[in-house]
């Protein structure tokens, strides 16, 4: 059965995929970036490639999602998947259904903060930025966003269809909030720990804890992507030349970069939204 690990780009999945790696494959929690790489990316051409070759194609693609989770969970057993795709409904075919889902860790993030960091890792304006995020989207593989490990076509949506899709009327669900973990982060690996022990069973101290809130901190993950030991930035493009993907983390406070009238039209259009999870 699968526990989704789903967020809208930039908001923090790679944390989060961190702290749950180290959590549930170390003993001493420290983290080591093969690890993550056992949270696997979901669409990717090696789950569909039984079913179809057209990767570009949606309503091709649409029809395998669930017969290619049926097949992931074969053997049973709890598995974690990374994904960007909204939890949609394309004509009749579902994403996901409650046969192949386990349990969602959606991981959310003030979206006024979130165009700032499009903007560094697609390369984008602010002004497209902010129409990123506010415009349904279906991205294409190597062209608006690099997925490691093969690309398939991904319907992302906008920030608050993300939000929504999967978040609304799914029982097991928990909630990160990326201003959570920068504010209190025992508090949050608390949270995770109590949520995922429903479902899967790990070892957790005192000590080990600290090794994960130390090991995948911030500074430890860019320390890594600067090592060269980190796979998943995208790249300039269509040059070699990498975009940094730990850009300003914790640092970036959308109050001293976004216009003025970029943050009063992303607080009048998603409203209800940021409100709910106490953003306004």
């Known amino acids: 059965m699968i526990i989704w690990v789903a967020s809208y780009p930039k908001s923090g999945n790679t944390w989060v995929r961190s702290i749950i790696s180290s959590l549930i494959y170390t003993e001493d929690g420290i983290f080591d970036f093969p690890n993550i790489k056992k949270i696997d990316q979901y669409p990717q051409r090696r789950f569909l490639e039984y079913f179809t070759q057209d990767y570009n194609n949606i309503h091709e693609i649409k029809k395998h999602w669930i017969a290619s989770q ?72 190597g062209k608006e966003i690099e997925f490691r490990g093969g690309n398939v076509i991904t319907y992302l949506g906008s920030w608050k269809e993300h939000y929504k899709f999967w978040t609304k009327n799914n029982e097991s669900l928990l909630i990160i909030k990326y201003e959570d973990l920068v504010k209190n982060i025992h508090q949050e690996i608390d949270k995770i720990v109590k949520f995922l022990k429903n479902f899967i069973n790990f070892e957790i101290s005192n000590t080990k804890k600290e090794n994960i809130i130390k090991s995948t901190s911030f500074e430890a993950l860019k320390k890594i992507e600067e090592n060269g030991e980190f796979t998943e930035n995208v790249f300039v493009g269509g040059s070699n030349e990498k975009v940094k993907f730990f850009n300003k983390g914790p640092d970036n406070n959308w109050q001293n970069t ?23």
């Open 258 to 280: 976004l216009p003025k009238n970029i943050q009063i039209e992303l607080e009048n259009e998603l409203k209800n939204e940021l409100t709910e999870l106490g953003y306004l």
């Open 70 to 141: 049926e097949r992931i969970n074969l053997d049973t057993k709890i598995k974690f998947f990374k994904t960007h795709h909204l939890n949609c409904k394309v004509d009749n075919y579902s994403f996901t259904n409650k046969e192949c889902t386990r349990a969602t860790i959606y991981v959310v993030r003030d979206p006024r903060n979130i165009i700032d960091s499009i903007s560094n890792h697609f390369s984008k304006s602010i002004e497209e930025s902010k129409k990123f995020l506010l415009t349904s989207k279906i991205l294409s593989p």
